[in-house]
């Protein structure tokens, strides 16, 4: 019981934000990069949460969940590390 409380919760929570997702793309791109990648975009102005994935052949994706009132820091910065936006 405690967990479904909890999880209801998170999604109340969730509902409740004011955040636009932006999904980015990069090729040649391993491990460490994205790693340094993500830290750069959390240490941008505006940014609430990264999502990075990295494929075998080293293709990164990164989802940016932007706060909605100043997405524009978070966003130069992908495009500033070389990553391209994608609309999925």
Do not use: F, W
Not at 1 to 29: D, Q
Not at 66 to 83: T, V
Request: proline share 2%.
């Amino acid at each position: 019981m405690r967990t479904l409380l909890l999880l209801a919760a998170a999604v109340l929570a969730v509902g409740c934000s004011h955040r636009v997702v932006h999904t980015y793309v990069k090729s040649g791109v391993n491990e460490r990069q994205l790693t340094q990648d993500a830290r750069s975009l959390r240490e941008a102005g505006g940014v609430d949460q990264v999502v990075p994935r990295v494929d075998s052949q080293g293709n990164a994706t990164i989802e940016l969940y932007l706060d909605e009132d100043s997405p524009e820091k978070g966003a130069e910065r992908a495009l500033q590390l070389g990553y391209r936006r994608v609309s999925l």
